[in-house]
């Protein structure tokens, strides 16, 4: 192993970890947000909505996420009325293609965690708060939103550090994220061992930081599942 050649790797390594973060952050931010909106459609009884939320997930769960990429960074260009639109300045942008390819595969499984998580609320939760006069967006936001999240958490974490690799997939459309860099750098030196160890390593503490932040939230959540601390004499 060639220290010196490793150090400077990485280096040059962690210089494109701004543009890996941004992928990751947009990508999942968006695909929440989808998300949510696709598990609204899947709840709320319009059986049209419902039809639609269950074919997104389908399709987006059932094929490849390179292939997704494929064509949203390939295939939009293929229409007219895209090219002439106004959206267009952004769709052509390598960058906008790979974070609207993850966001858009990354809520079709977190709309079937959080429904997981929704249907895991105990009925008697909510009985005791309609008890009590609570309905309405107050029910959700004290009641079914907070016990939905702690029971998605275990499983939304691991798509969330899921996420963190896929990101490496951006590479493949022109991104130069830690892995696009680090290809290009095994192009001129010809060190894929050493190359590859050092991404390997960006990313083994990208998503330890991601999953002990996981972590946290799910503990700060389940608070009132944890005995009281014995009080001193």
Known sequence: MDFDFLSSTMVTLIKALPVTLALFALSVSIGCVLALLILWMRVGGNRYLSAFAKAYVF????SPLLIQMFLVFYGLAQFSFIRNGPLWPLLREPFVCAVLSLALCTAAYSAEIFRGGLR???????????????????L??????????RYSLPAYSTEVVLMMKSTSLASLVTVWEVTGVAQRLISHSYRTMEVFLCAAAIYLVLNFIVLQAMAL??????????APAARKA
């Open 59 to 62: 399709v987006f769960r059932g």
């Open 217 to 226: 939230l799910e503990y700060s959540l389940s608070r009132h599942l944890r």
């Open 120 to 138: 895991s609320v105990p009925p008697r939760e909510i009985e005791a708060a309609r008890s009590i006069g609570m309905s309405g967006f107050l």
């Open 140 to 149: 959700v936001r004290r009641i079914i939103a907070p016990i939905a999240l």
